[in-house]
């Protein structure tokens, strides 16, 4: 499978914190995606990085690429009840612009 | 709001019958997508539409057909749908091209009993 693998599937973490996702994929990628899912609700996009880049802050969000391991990373910092949520990782594969596919997600509870 | 619509949000159906998923779209956008989200497996991809009358296949394709023949609409169909087809179903549209991010509808639940 060309899936994008996300590690933990589940982090529980208190407001304030620092909430860290990985994303690891299997080959070369024209870029990454990161969005974000509500319970019931369809997927919101948050983030894409190029593949010729390293690293993309949106407000307190802060995506890394390491194309030499095949992985990226999410990071929300002093994260916020309201940041509950599925977080999935998608890829678009080199040679296949059109195509995205997506990660098993990472679910996040961030408690008050 | 990039103004997509799925219907039906929900629907109920017999093994062996036909079930066709309609997303559509405001904007004239060439890309179009139909995912399938089950617990433990996020999203899967079943067919992609790169414009009128051209669709590729996903990961997951068997038993799913689709359709384009004006920019706007993207069926999604179920020839003879089956259990294993309960689902939710989502379509999503590309407003920066084949590689850029995609806005989701806000998905068809489908039972098959």
């Known amino acids: 499978s060309q899936q994008g693998e996300e590690d933990p599937q589940a982090l529980s973490i208190q407001e304030g914190e620092n909430a860290t996702m990985n994303c690891s994929y299997k080959?070369?990628?024209?870029?990454l995606q990161w969005y974000r899912q509500n319970s019931g609700r369809g997927l919101v996009h948050l983030i894409l990085?190029?593949?010729?880049?390293r690293e993309k802050h949106s407000g307190r969000l802060r995506v890394t690429l390491d194309t030499s391991k095949k992985s990226s990373s999410l990071l929300i910092t002093a994260s916020r009840a309201a940041d509950t949520a599925s977080y999935f990782c998608?890829?678009?594969?080199?040679?296949?612009?059109?195509?995205?596919?997506f990660g098993q997600g990472t679910e996040l509870s961030v408690k008050p | 709001d990039a103004g997509i619509t799925q219907s039906p949000r929900h629907k109920v159906t017999e093994t062996g019958t036909p079930v066709t998923l309609r997303c559509h779209q405001t904007e004239n956008h060439r890309y179009m997508y139909w995912y399938r989200q089950d617990p433990g497996h996020g999203l899967r991809l079943i067919h992609y539409s790169y414009g009128v009358k051209d669709t590729d296949k996903g990961e997951v394709s068997d038993g799913y057909s689709v359709s384009r023949s004006k920019t706007e609409d993207f069926l999604l169909t179920l020839e003879s749908a089956t259990s294993s087809q309960t689902s939710v179903y989502f379509c999503a549209i590309a407003v920066t091209g084949g590689a850029g991010e995609l806005f989701f509808g806000e998905g068809s639940r489908l039972t098959v009993l």
């Open positions: 998608a890829t678009v594969f080199y040679n296949q612009g059109g195509k995205l596919i």
């Open positions: 990085i190029r593949s010729n880049e």
């Open positions: 080959t070369s990628i024209n870029n």
